[in-house]
């Protein structure tokens, strides 16, 4: 059974960083390489949820323009954990912080992955609170 757990949340003041881990259970070493698509969420009260970026099986990603520039998603297979470094955190960064994962070997392309948010797996989230 897949399971995120995100961690690394927390309260910093403007223009501090963090960086987000998501670790995941019930994925293997060969699994977890094999998941073509992954990706941070986020959603602050009152606002829809808002993909912030996404990594392709191959390593390829994608960060929402609000954060370009700012933040990096990466992974490590063989931890099986999923980052997100956050730099020059601004106060409209902060809101809960979701990772997501699709099943492992759910084909899809990469077009496909960037604009994907219907994801299988999700974690229970951590909270990023910038203060001005």
């Known amino acids: 059974q897949v399971q995120l757990v995100e961690s690394g949340g927390g309260s910093v003041q403007a223009g501090g960083s963090l960086k987000l881990s998501c670790t995941a259970s019930g994925y293997s070493y060969a699994t977890y390489s094999d998941t073509y698509c992954m990706g941070w969420f986020r959603q602050a009260p009152g606002k829809e949820r808002e993909g912030v970026a996404r990594?392709?099986?191959?390593?390829?990603?994608s960060v929402a323009d609000s954060v370009k520039g700012r933040f990096t998603i990466s992974k490590d297979n063989a931890k099986t954990t999923l980052y997100l470094e956050m730099n020059s955190l601004k106060p409209e960064d902060g809101a809960m912080y979701y990772c997501?994962?699709?099943?492992?070997?759910?084909?899809?392309?990469?077009?496909?992955?960037?604009?994907?948010?219907?994801?299988?797996?999700w974690g229970q989230g951590t909270q990023v609170t910038v203060s001005s």
């Open positions: 997501a994962a699709e099943r492992p070997r759910s084909v899809m392309t990469w077009s496909s992955c960037q604009a994907w948010n219907e994801f299988t797996y």
């Open positions: 990594i392709y099986a191959d390593f390829r990603t």
